[in-house]
């Protein structure tokens, strides 16, 4: 993959069943972590990486992001007219002005590898990167996502994000087996989706974040229902293993499962603790309790 990457999917159109009865008018990628939705720190994380064009694949029934990332006319107009001009700056910078936002519906819920499939017209034959904004993931420095294109484009290869998980959950996640690696990259020589803990490869978990080429699509449309009845994502990329590079790349930073209550929770917590106007009230309500 020689060209930079300038496309980001983001498979949106999950029920949210964890966090009902909330996500009955709430779509969960709209859970606030503070102020923000969980998706505005996915998108940030995306247009840091270098993309212009996000494609969010929704189903017919969820319009609030949406919503969000359209122009809000009334309460700018108001905003701007009680002279509140941080709060009108916050409104408008959900998204940059050189980057569009695309919406693609998926028809039927057959899993991540057919979301990632229904962005196919939109993103072309290209390298694009693939989101689920459920993981996210803070750093200092570089976002996860810009180190993966950064890695992708150096190595001419695809890349996966990774990290270790215990190995009695491994029943939750696609699972990669790599070759031996001294770096933070490591090239994939198998993977496989949701494996029992006695039949995994390793403990090493796939996690929210890809850097995959145009040519998954065609892959993807040969995927059979795999694992749940489901079309793979993790299947797609198997095949793709024989055709090129592919590498696990265990990220700099921290990753929080907002798909979860307790991951939602620890992320408010984090970044309450790095907000210099909150920290010093919440390590006092956390020390006195």
């Not at 494609?55 to 700018?76: C, G, M, Q, S």
């Not at 028809?107 to 057919?114: F, K, S, V």
Request: with cysteine; proline share 6%.
């Amino acid at each position: 993959m020689t060209k930079r990457l300038r496309k980001v999917v983001f498979p949106v159109a999950g029920l949210g069943t964890r966090f009902l009865p909330a996500t009955k008018v709430v779509a969960k990628e709209m859970l606030p972590v503070l102020d923000r939705p969980l998706i505005q720190y996915a998108v940030d994380e995306a247009v840091e990486a270098g993309a212009d064009t996000l494609v969010f694949v929704t189903n017919r029934y969820k319009h609030a992001i949406a919503d969000y990332f359209d122009k809000a006319y009334e309460l700018e107009a108001k905003l701007a007219e009680k002279g509140k001009d941080e709060l009108l700056a916050l409104v408008q910078g959900t998204l940059p002005r050189h980057v569009r936002a695309v919406f693609v519906t998926q028809p039927e819920a057959l899993g991540l590898g057919h979301a990632v499939l229904c962005a196919k017209a939109v993103v072309g034959d290209e390298p694009f990167g693939v989101m689920l904004p459920d993981d996210l993931i803070w750093n200092k420095g570089p976002g996860a996502l810009k180190q993966m294109a950064d890695l992708a484009a150096s190595k001419h290869a695809a890349v996966i994000a990774v990290e270790e998980v215990p190995r009695e959950d491994t029943h939750k996640y696609g699972i990669v087996a790599t070759e031996p690696s001294a770096t933070r990259a490591a090239r994939i020589t198998h993977m496989v989706e949701k494996p029992k803990p006695a039949e995994a490869p390793s403990n090493l978990a796939v996690v929210g974040r890809y850097v995959l080429p145009g040519r998954i699509f065609e892959l993807l449309e040969q995927t059979r229902p795999g694992a749940g009845g489901e079309i793979q994502l993790t299947d797609a990329i198997e095949g793709l293993l024989t055709q090129q590079n592919v590498l696990a790349y265990r990220f700099e930073g921290e990753r929080f499962d907002c798909g979860n209550k307790l991951g939602l929770v620890q992320a408010t917590l984090h970044f309450a603790l790095q907000d210099p106007q909150l920290a010093a009230a919440a390590r006092k309500y956390i020390a006195s309790h």
